[in-house]
């Protein structure tokens, strides 16, 4: 099976800032990886998919970058309405697994 | 407008039994594979199971290969998730979600059911 590993585990920055998320897999995922945000109480929204494929509706300061075994989730500019959770997926095979998650905080 | 909608989250005690359901509505349910992920309340995210919308490609995570047992029906729009053999570890709130294909990303979600395992 494919270990999904996010860092950091949580971050604390100042709206305005760039904020980069990464996530590496155990084994070659050529472009399989999305990155969803899930907001305190609510469910997991898809963000990007095929690593750098936004999700109709998002924002344009998200973007993902990466191939094989390293990514990127990256917003250009925090805002206070990204507080949340991040978490990285492979779909490269099943099973399908997730990144421990990302705790975003302002 | 595009829904899934899970029902069946209930409190049981370990070694027992729940099925879950998920309704679909706003699109053709049959063209979608479909997956059930988890989460502990607080917790991260946890693929648990998925079927293609043939029912030809079926697969468990293996904390619940054995126990539970993923199921559709085209023509009612339903997907459903038979839990046997429960245990405390299940507990979480169950996700249902749409993929284009079997081995994919997860766009659609549905609110999430509860269920708790404990005595």
């Known amino acids: 099976d494919i270990q999904m590993t996010q860092s950091p585990s949580s971050l604390s920055a100042s709206v305005g800032d760039r904020v980069t998320i990464t996530c590496r897999a155990s084994q070659g995922i050529r472009n399989s990886l999305a990155w969803y945000q899930q907001k305190p109480g609510k469910v997991p929204n898809l963000l990007i998919s095929?690593?750098?494929t936004p999700h109709s509706g998002v924002p344009s300061r998200f973007s993902g970058r990466g191939s094989g075994t390293e990514f990127t989730l990256t917003i250009s500019s925090l805002q206070p309405e990204d507080v949340a959770t991040y978490y990285c997926q492979e779909y490269n095979s099943v099973p399908l697994t997730f990144g421990g998650g990302t705790k975003v905080e302002i | 407008e595009v829904h899934l909608v899970e029902s069946g989250g209930n409190l049981v005690q370990p070694g027992g039994s729940l099925t879950l359901s998920c309704a679909a509505s706003?699109?053709?349910?049959?063209?979608?594979?479909m997956h059930w992920v988890r989460q502990v309340p607080g917790k991260g995210l946890e693929w648990v199971s998925g079927?293609?919308?043939?029912?030809?490609?079926?697969d468990y995570a293996d904390s619940v290969k054995g126990r539970f047992t993923v199921s559709r029906d085209n023509g009612k729009n339903f997907l459903y998730l038979q839990m046997n053999s429960l245990r405390p570890e299940d507990t979480a709130v169950y996700y249902c979600v749409r993929c284009w294909g079997f081995s994919s990303f997860f766009e659609l979600w549905g609110q999430g059911t509860l269920v708790t395992v404990s005595s």
């Open positions: 079927i293609s919308w043939n029912r030809l490609n079926i």
């Open positions: 706003g699109f053709t349910f049959a063209d979608f594979a």
């Open positions: 095929d690593s750098s």
